[in-house]
């Protein structure tokens, strides 16, 4: 299925269950608001939430990419092995980094 075709698929799916919740809202009486704002899955609130997460992520690999921070975490450590944690902290910020960009970690 083409990823056009999904996104069809999925605003249709959208638009049927903001239908389905106000008629239930409705039929709920006065007791009961509708709810208001948008359905919390939509494909924007979604792409919100991943570029956050990516953000928060980035920012604590960040914080492992420098030599002295490692050290100071973990002053019983190897110059190897300090260096092989920053080495990895770099590389896992690189792939959080270009799956922000849409591209395939190497």
Do not use: Y
Not at 22 to 44: F, K, N
Not at 73 to 92: H, L, Q, S
Not at 93 to 101: N, T
């Amino acid at each position: 299925m083409s990823n056009t075709r999904q996104r069809a698929q999925w605003a249709e799916h959208l638009k049927d269950e903001a239908a389905e919740l106000r008629a239930q809202q409705v039929s709920a009486g006065s007791t009961h608001s509708p709810v208001e704002g948008p359905l919390p899955h939509s494909a924007d609130a979604l792409e919100s939430a991943v570029h956050a997460e990516r953000e928060r992520c980035c920012a604590i690999a960040s914080r492992w990419t420098s030599e002295a921070e490692v050290h100071r975490a973990f002053a019983e450590w190897t110059e190897w092995e300090t260096r092989a944690a920053v080495e990895m902290a770099r590389a896992i910020l690189r792939g959080i980094r270009e799956g922000q960009r849409g591209d395939s970690p190497a």
